[in-house]
């Protein structure tokens, strides 16, 4: 939202944002510096524990928001339905538009949510997956429909684009992975490949989570928690991978990861679980390990930071694939969906 919102706008869209959970974020703060107005439903101190987001009462709440705006665009599960909902219960007449993020959800795995699905899905005009294949997993799941499109995700590729570096050879290896701390994740297998890696490599990883006092208890578990840090949300990530000398995502599923673009444009080689949503992006380019194998992660990484030559084959690889995912491509191809739908 931080980078396609404020190019939405340039384009004449006036695009607004309104958050369920009004939190003072530093990504909050830079959309707003950017001149987007942003909304809440409500304001509470900041804990994703509880965060109300999935509170019916919402759908009550959600009722000012439908005047003066011709499109609504949901992300999120929660917002996903209940905007449909407030709209039938309000009998509004917006036209309606979400975005599908990953080739899989939890809610797939539950019986009866498959009728919701449907019918949550065939209340909107279009449902953007975010790729390719996320498109092709939510036809198989609930049938072909003609509101379903795909436009790749994009990131700012300017901002991540850095210098390619050499390895340091000896002295300490930085490994990085952004992702949030929750169940898509798989950050139990990059503690294990610490495990196997010596005390030059060291983790920082990036985001917040359900998981963080778990996976921080886990780490001292391991014997790796004087090697791993948790950085929290942040706002500087171009400038943590600059810092990094590799960049890794573990997950068990994705649609398609903007961290994994993010990792690629930084001029550091990425590596990534071999999963639907990571292999399409990152496979003839970066590193891809087989899911949940840590000893093969451990040699990807220990290869790469030994080998300057393969270094900068796999980090120039990356670069190169992360350009075909500019946020500028996907800006273009969300304006022309307004325009069309209005007209």
């Known amino acids: 939202m931080v980078d396609l919102l404020p190019l939405l706008n340039v384009k004449g869209d006036q695009v607004e944002l309104l958050l369920f959970n009004g939190y003072r974020t530093p990504l909050r703060t830079?959309?707003?510096?950017?001149?987007v107005l942003v909304h809440e439903l409500f304001q509470k101190e900041f804990n994703y524990k509880g965060?109300?987001?999935?509170?019916?009462?919402?759908?009550?709440?959600l009722f000012g928001f439908?005047?003066?705006?011709?499109?609504?665009?949901?992300?999120?599960?929660?917002?996903q339905l209940f905007v449909p909902l407030a709209k039938t219960l309000f009998r509004k007449n917006n036209i309606l538009v979400t975005t599908e993020h990953n080739?899989?959800?939890?809610?797939?795995?539950?019986?009866?949510f498959k009728p919701i699905d449907r019918?949550?899905?065939s209340r909107y005009a279009s449902v953007i997956c975010i790729s390719e294949k996320a498109r092709i997993s939510l036809e198989n799941y609930i049938g072909k429909r003609d509101n379903q499109l795909a436009i790749n995700n994009g990131i700012d590729i300017k901002r991540f684009l850095h210098p390619i570096k050499d390895p340091i050879g000896e002295g300490k290896f930085v490994i990085t992975m952004v992702a949030g701390l929750r169940a898509q994740k798989d950050h139990e297998t990059v503690?294990?490949?610490?495990?196997h890696l010596s005390g030059n490599y060291c983790l920082q990883l990036v985001g917040i989570g359900v998981r963080e006092t778990e996976l921080k208890m886990l780490t001292q578990e391991m014997g790796i928690e004087d090697r791993v840090a948790f950085l929290g949300m942040r706002s500087d990530v171009p400038d943590i991978l600059e810092q990094s000398d590799v960049v890794v995502l573990s997950s068990h599923w994705e649609g398609l990861s903007l961290?994994?673009?993010e990792g690629m444009a930084s001029g550091r080689p990425f590596i990534a679980s071999d999963v639907d949503g990571l292999r399409e992006v990152v496979g003839g380019a970066g590193v891809l390990f087989p899911h949940g194998d840590d000893k093969s992660l451990a040699e990807s990484i220990q290869r790469l930071c030994e080998n300057p030559a393969y270094y900068r084959e796999v980090a120039e690889a990356c670069q190169k694939r992360a350009q075909q995912y500019d946020i500028s491509l996907m800006a273009d191809s969300y304006h022309k969906l307004y325009q069309t739908l209005l007209q």
């Open 259 to 261: 961290s994994s673009v």
């Open 66 to 79: 439908f005047k003066g705006y011709d499109i609504i665009h949901t992300h999120n599960t929660a917002c």
């Open 51 to 61: 965060s109300g987001a999935y509170n019916p009462l919402n759908i009550i709440r």
């Open 30 to 35: 830079e959309l707003e510096q950017q001149g």
């Open 119 to 121: 019918w949550m899905y």
């Open 191 to 195: 503690f294990r490949a610490m495990m």
């Open 103 to 112: 080739t899989t959800n939890r809610r797939r795995d539950i019986w009866w």
